[in-house]
């Protein structure tokens, strides 16, 4: 953290930034707008809903982080940012010896949630939960011990991050859609990034436009690399640009102060870009408030989960009991979902393309009955069974089934070599916002992730704080937990602190 820049965060009650305060509505510029609602919204804010749903979000991302941290691409991640050394470091997640600056410690965590795909999903698309997370907890852990960071400052500055991101998508018709060109976290990630750590930082209003505009410049990553170990990246790297940009904010960098009124600002991103003023704080209302998450059961990307709902269901026609799919008895298989091309993968070599694959999970679905972690390892994805399936798949693109999180469906047919046709179609899977997982079944998600890396009491812990996590009074309770089981031998200070010559 630059020296000498940190300021102290704002308390719950802020006479200087009360409901009653108004936006103008004349001269008064988007992005202006946009800084201003970072810098005024208070804890005070906060809905009851907008809580309970921000916590579910919280304690899901906060799973598939821990699972995350055993993918080789995390592991890389860290290599790479074991370059870097500094006399403030965060933690790494369910890593207690390791430690990292807080840049790199959001940027390692964020590619551990981002991983295996098994992140929250919004509309319009994105995955909001990654790029904010990681950011609050590093910075937590370097913010000064008085006065304390509360479970209540820690939410505001969440949902700041996470408002900022829906704002900015509400103003483009094309990224309701699923994405072409960008990958939406690397976008509008990064600003959600920075506009957390502007809020938990306590930056002015000034210093939250500069912020938004030099994340800006740190935007953006292109839709090729989906289906590879570069796409979690994208997500680590909108948590890490969105801190520099703070950091160099505070340090007195300028940009453009109207960048997010531009077209050859923010919108070079997308089309059909037509900013708005935010409303003002005395009205306002939070888009998570109108607007809940997916969260996944399996990790792939979320139009598959449509595909292995209707396939779960076409199973059922063709196995009784505990008899194996009639594979050499199946002609043809016949998908009906949106054209979305990055996920069109008939032939899936790594686990990567087959999470991006709908040829892949609707093939394993009839196989197995459903798709877990393990239905991406290796030896799972050349399965000849999987093989032989996959060679039967067509696909169709309805006009109807449109390329949305909100909208799409799946309709699956398998027919027989006698003739016989079975279909059933998914208009919504368990775990899309319209039909959200219970708790008790959210619970278990994290219970599965964590456990790998995380002792069970440990686990049990972190489920309550996170459940708690509006009445605790300091947020040190929940990073001490993130490091996960202490070593065999005690390290010492001095070298927790990572320095690489």
Not at 57 to 78: C, N, P, Q, R, S
Not at 263 to 269: K, L, N, R, S, V
Request: charged fraction near 20%; hydrophobic fraction near 40%; glycine fraction near 6%.
């Amino acid at each position: 953290m630059p020296a000498g820049t940190h300021r102290r965060k704002e308390q719950a009650v802020d006479p200087k930034c009360t409901f009653t305060d108004k936006l103008p509505t004349g001269d008064v510029s988007v992005t202006e707008s946009f800084a201003r609602v970072i810098h005024g919204l208070t804890v005070g804010h906060l809905t009851d809903h907008v809580i309970q749903r921000s916590k579910r979000m919280i304690l899901d991302t906060l799973g598939v982080g821990f699972l995350g941290t055993g993918t080789e691409v995390f592991h890389k991640a860290t290599e790479y940012s074991k370059i870097y050394s500094s006399h403030v470091s965060s933690t790494v997640w369910g890593r207690p010896a390791f430690r990292l600056p807080p840049t790199y410690a959001a940027f390692v965590n964020g590619v551990a949630i981002h991983s295996m795909d098994f992140d929250d999903t919004w509309h319009p698309a994105t995955h909001p939960s990654g790029a904010v997370l990681p950011v609050l907890m590093a910075l937590s852990e370097a913010l000064p011990p008085s006065p304390k960071l509360s479970g209540l400052d820690l939410l505001l500055a969440f949902n700041v991050g996470i408002e900022v991101q829906g704002r900015l998508l509400d103003f483009s018709k094309e990224a309701n859609d699923i994405p072409k060109r960008f990958h939406p976290p690397s976008v509008v990630g990064t600003l959600g990034s920075a506009a957390a750590a502007s809020k938990i930082l306590g930056l002015s209003v000034t210093e939250c436009q500069e912020a938004l505009a030099i994340a800006v410049s740190h935007a953006g990553a292109p839709m090729a690399n989906a289906a590879t170990q570069t796409k979690p990246l994208h997500m680590g790297n909108a948590a890490r640009h969105g801190i520099e940009a703070v950091f160099l904010a505070m340090l007195g960098l300028q940009g453009n102060k109207q960048v997010l009124d531009m077209q050859m600002g923010f919108g070079a991103f997308y089309a059909n870009y037509s900013p708005k003023v935010l409303p003002n704080l005395d009205s306002y209302t939070w888009l998570l408030e109108q607007q809940d998450v997916a969260l996944k059961r399996f990790p792939a990307h979320l139009a598959t989960h449509w595909v292995a709902d209707a396939a779960a269901s076409v199973r059922k026609h063709l196995v009784t009991d505990r008899a194996m799919l009639p594979i050499d008895h199946i002609e043809r298989i016949v998908l009906r979902i949106p054209d979305v091309q990055y996920v069109n993968r008939p032939f899936p070599g790594s686990e990567h393309e087959a999470r991006h694959s709908f040829q892949y999970v609707a093939c394993a679905t009839l196989l197995d009955g459903g798709i877990t972690v393990p239905s991406f390892h290796k030896c799972q994805i050349h399965r000849p069974q999987v093989r032989e399936l996959l060679c039967k798949v067509e696909l169709e693109h309805p006009q109807d089934n449109l390329p949305n999180f909100n909208t799409l469906y799946c309709e699956i047919s398998v027919t027989l070599k006698d003739g016989a046709t079975f279909t059933e179609r998914s208009d919504t899977f368990y775990g899309h916002w319209r039909k959200p997982l219970s708790q008790k079944d959210l619970q278990a998600k994290f219970r599965a992730n964590a456990s790998g890396t995380m002792p069970c009491d440990t686990v049990e812990r972190l489920i309550e704080t996170v459940d708690n996590l509006e009445r605790l009074e300091d947020c040190s309770v929940l990073t001490a937990l993130l490091k996960g089981p202490s070593p065999p031998e005690a390290v010492p200070q001095s070298v927790k602190h990572l320095s690489v010559s």
